[in-house]
Each structure stands twice: as C-alpha cells, then as structure tokens.
C-alpha cells in the first residue's frame, strides 16, 4: 500500500512538474529564430559612422580597428568603441559582428556614460589562453564593467574566457599548485538598471558572471557553459547588489550555477536549468567573521540534473547576521547530492574550521513542491548552529527519493520548524505549530518589467 501510494504519488508530481517543462521546451525552439534583421551595420566608412535606426545609433567594433580574427589584440579597438560610445548622447548600439571573434586582454570599462549603450555581441569575444598575459594586471579580472548605468549586453553571440590552462594551474586541481586569484570572466561592478541576455558565457578562468553592488538587474536567456571538472567556475554570482532576476537560462558548470552572498537582497531566480555543478546556493556566508544579511530570495521554477547539491545554504563558523525570508520552489530533482540542505558548518579551506560562538543566523526558510531523485540516501540536511540554531524552517510538498532505489532520511541538528501537506523522507525537526510559510518580499523591480 505505501509503496503504492508513493508510486501515484511520484508519477502525479511528474506529470505537473515535466509538462511545464516540455511546453518551455518546445516555446524556445519555435522563438529561436530572429529578430536580427533590423540591426543594419555600418560595414566601412569614417570612425563615426552613424546609422539611425529606430532612433538608435549603431557603432562597429570592426570600424575602430578591430581585426576580429581570434589573433590580432582588438583589446584597444574596444576601448575606443566603448568611449566614443560614452561620450554620445541617446541611445547607442556597439556591434561585435557576426562570424568574427575579437581578442580582448584584461578590460575596464567604466562609466558614467552620458548614452545608454546595448553591446550587441553578435560574434565572438575570447580571452587570450595564456595566464601570463595577466602579469602584472589584476588576476580577478578580464572584462570588467564598473559604473555603467543603463547598459545592456546581448545579441545573440558567445563569451569566452579560454580557461583551460587557468584550471590546469588551479590548486584545486593540483594541490602542489599554489592558490592564487583567477579571473570572473564577466564582472559587472556598481551598474544601474543593467539587462545581461541571450548570450553564451563559457569557460571562464574562473568565475562567468558577477554582479557586484550592482541595482536592479536582468539576466536571461544566458547559456552558462564549463566542464564539471573546472574548479570554481561559479556560473552566476550576485554580491551586495539589490534587485535581481535571474531567468530562462541554462547553466553548466564545476560550481555553483548561481550562489548568492553579501548583504544581497530582492533575488528573483525562475525558470533555471542547472547541472552539472553545485546547484544554487545562498552563500558562503559569514566567513572571517564578518557580518552579513541576505534576505527576500525566491528560487520558483528550477530543473537540477546531476548537481552536487540542489538548493542550499551555508554559513562559515564564527559569522553573524541574518539569511531569511527565503523560498525554494517549484524544484524539479534528478540524481542531485543533498537536494535540500543547510550547512552552517561549511568549510572549505585546507585546514580544519573551529565551531565557534556565533553564526550567520538562518531562519524563515520555506521549501515547497520540491520533487524528484537523490544521489544520495540524506537527501534534506538541515546541519544548523549550536550558537544560533536554524528557526522556522517550512516544508511542503516534498517528495525525495533515492535515484538508485532504496530509502532516503533527513538528518536534522538544531533544526526547527513546521511542515504542511506531504513530506518524503519525513521530517526530522522539532516542530512548532505555527505554519510560518515566507511571503518573500520583492518590490517591483523596475528594470524586471521593461523590454
Ligand atoms: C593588448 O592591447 C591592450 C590595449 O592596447 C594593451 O594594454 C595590452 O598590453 C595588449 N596585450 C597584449 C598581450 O598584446
Ligand atoms: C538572440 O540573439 C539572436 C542573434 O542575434 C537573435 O536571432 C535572437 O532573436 C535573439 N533572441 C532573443 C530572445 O532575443
Ligand atoms: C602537479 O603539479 C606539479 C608541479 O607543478 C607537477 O610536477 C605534477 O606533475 C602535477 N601533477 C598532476 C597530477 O598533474
Ligand atoms: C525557460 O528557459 C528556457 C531556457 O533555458 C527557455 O528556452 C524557455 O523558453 C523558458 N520558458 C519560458 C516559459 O520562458
Ligand atoms: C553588510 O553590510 C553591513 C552594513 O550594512 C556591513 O557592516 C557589512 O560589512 C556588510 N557585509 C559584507 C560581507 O559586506
Ligand atoms: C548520478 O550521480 C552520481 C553521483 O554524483 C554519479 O556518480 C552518477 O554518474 C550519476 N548518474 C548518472 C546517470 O548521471
Ligand atoms: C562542531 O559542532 C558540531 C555540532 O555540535 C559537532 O558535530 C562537530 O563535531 C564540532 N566540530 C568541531 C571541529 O569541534
Ligand atoms: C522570522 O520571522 C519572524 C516573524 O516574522 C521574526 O520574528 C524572526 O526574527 C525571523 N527570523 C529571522 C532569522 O529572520
């Protein structure tokens, strides 16, 4: 009878959660096709060639210099684009062509700009392979937006960051190397009303896209693509920026395809696919004993294929401050390690971490509708501080099963809660009897709602 009822159960749960899925599936392909048409690019001339088109100006990288042969350093071709671009009024378009692939050493690209510049990246932009092109400069960088308001990056074409030999050299990968900086491929670093789309960023160094003290944020429609073996290539990473949303985007990577720490806030995260990697993950928070606040995180409509882990959240010993108001939902699970968990015991440094007296505090965390298939038999971990103890945890509608077949448990440690509907493996926690289910709060985002 149990096993009966967990196998209508399981096939009700599939059929509500794939068919979402397959119609997402067959929209994409039927939208694939484009637009692109009303771009007409100004082939040869004069430096300032000016097109209008629908009010919209429109500059090519390849009339500044660039060779865009994947050889010849377009690096400068860049910058001069980019501060003719600045210094126009309006709205300007910068074009890397198509079938071409431009070549770009370490890059700042700052604002303010009086213009409101669309990078349309139809072609190609790639990093010189070899790290020693970095000596000297900052190993955290190579395309590096700072202050940009109002700018937008898309167009169809890919990024990327020729990281091989940046992973080889990694101390992850070889112990005898030493740990040293490697580039975030993508930074975006105290930008405005900023939208990051359709676009390919793959293998970067190390990180593929940060947003860093960044205010309000679109970011959709990216592939993020790295091997499951390159060693810390995070696919998408917020830090102290307010005001996100992540969506329809497809992300493969060696660690988390989106984690989230610092003081952020108003993350919007839906229609995620994500796997291999490590899943979606608030934090690390609290680590160095700094305090930190991450609060009003949605995770809605997410599909986690072979992760390490699915939706998670960790905290270093000896932090403080706060992780709440956070929700989890609409989850779709396939041969995920620990698909539910928190982990204020988190460390990852080569040497033991001391449990000390203080700790980011996590509380107010709802899971529901979150279904599918484990890697492993703990497939809900809740492993929460002695010092500050995990309160209102919410789960509903969890159905976790083992993708080997066999049973799979929940592993509670000062872990508290309450759970409504059903609840596979069964809870674990001390309940309490208010249903605390989290209305995360998330202003309307103005940049969320314009074209
Ligand atoms: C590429 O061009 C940039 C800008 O001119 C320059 O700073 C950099 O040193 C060049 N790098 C290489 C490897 O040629
Ligand atoms: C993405 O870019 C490609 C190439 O520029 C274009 O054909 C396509 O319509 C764009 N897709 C969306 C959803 O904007
Ligand atoms: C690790 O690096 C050391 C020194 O750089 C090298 O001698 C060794 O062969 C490497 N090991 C592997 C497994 O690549
Ligand atoms: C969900 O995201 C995928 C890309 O990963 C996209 O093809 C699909 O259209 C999106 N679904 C909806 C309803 O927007
Ligand atoms: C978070 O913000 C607070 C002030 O609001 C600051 O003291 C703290 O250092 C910030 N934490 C981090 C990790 O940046
Ligand atoms: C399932 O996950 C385990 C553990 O990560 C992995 O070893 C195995 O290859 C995965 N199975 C499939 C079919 O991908
Ligand atoms: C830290 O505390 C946890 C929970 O009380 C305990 O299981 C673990 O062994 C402790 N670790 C160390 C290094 O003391
Ligand atoms: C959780 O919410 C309750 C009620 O709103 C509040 O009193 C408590 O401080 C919150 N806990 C955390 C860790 O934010």
Not at 42 to 48: A, C, F, I, Q, T
């Amino acid at each position: 009878m149990r096993s009966c009822s967990f196998i209508s159960i399981y096939i009700i749960v599939i059929i509500i959660i794939v068919t979402p899925l397959l119609i997402y599936h067959a929209q994409a392909q039927s939208q694939s096709q484009g637009i692109d048409s009303i771009i007409q690019l100004p082939r040869s001339g004069s430096s300032r060639t000016r097109t209008r088109t629908r009010s919209r100006r429109f500059l090519s990288i390849a009339d500044f210099g660039a060779r865009g042969d994947g050889f010849h350093n377009d690096t400068q071709a860049f910058l001069k684009v980019w501060e003719i671009a600045c210094s126009l009024s309006g709205f300007i378009n910068i074009v890397f062509p198509y079938q071409k692939t431009f070549l770009v050493t370490p890059i700042d690209i700052g604002g303010p700009c009086r213009s409101k510049i669309t990078l349309r990246i139809l072609g190609a932009i790639v990093a010189p392979r070899n790290p020693d092109v970095w000596h000297g400069l900052n190993k955290r960088k190579w395309i590096y937006f700072h202050g940009v308001n109002h700018l937008s990056v898309e167009g169809g074409g890919r990024i990327d960051g020729m990281g091989q030999e940046w992973w080889s050299r990694s101390c992850k990968i070889n112990t005898t190397n030493p740990c040293l900086p490697a580039p975030t491929a993508l930074t975006f670093h105290k930008c405005k009303s900023l939208k990051v789309r359709n676009l390919t960023v793959l293998n970067s160094q190390k990180m593929h896209i940060a947003f860093t003290s960044c205010m309000r944020v679109v970011a959709s429609r990216l592939k993020v693509l790295a091997p499951a073996s390159s060693p810390n290539t995070d696919g998408i990473h917020i830090s102290a920026t307010k005001g996100v949303e992540i969506r329809d985007s497809l992300i493969r990577t060696g660690d988390d395809c989106i984690s989230i720490v610092r003081n952020s806030s108003r993350v919007w995260i839906r229609n995620i696919s994500c796997g291999p990697g490590h899943g979606i993950s608030i934090g690390s928070l609290g680590k160095s004993n700094v305090w930190e606040k991450i609060q009003n995180v949605i995770v809605d409509g997410a599909y986690l294929y072979n992760t390490d882990n699915g939706v998670r959240i960790k905290t270093w010993q000896g932090g403080s401050g706060f992780a709440s108001k956070i929700t989890f939902q609409n989850i779709l699970m396939e041969n995920v390690s620990n698909p539910i968990i928190i982990d204020q015991y988190y460390c990852d440094s080569r040497h033991p971490c001391k449990n000390q007296t203080s700790a980011v505090q996590v509380g107010n965390i709802s899971f529901i509708n979150i279904q599918g298939t484990s890697a492993t038999e703990e497939t809900i971990k809740f492993a929460c501080s002695d010092a500050s103890p995990c309160e209102g945890l919410y789960l509903e509608n969890i159905f976790l099963r083992s993708y080997f077949g066999g049973n799979t448990r929940s592993y509670c440690w000062q872990a508290h809660g309450s759970a409504q509907g059903y609840v596979y493996p069964p809870v674990c926690f001390s309940t309490s009897s208010d249903l605390i289910r989290q209305n995360v709060l998330l202003e309307p985002n103005p940049a969320i709602n314009s074209v």
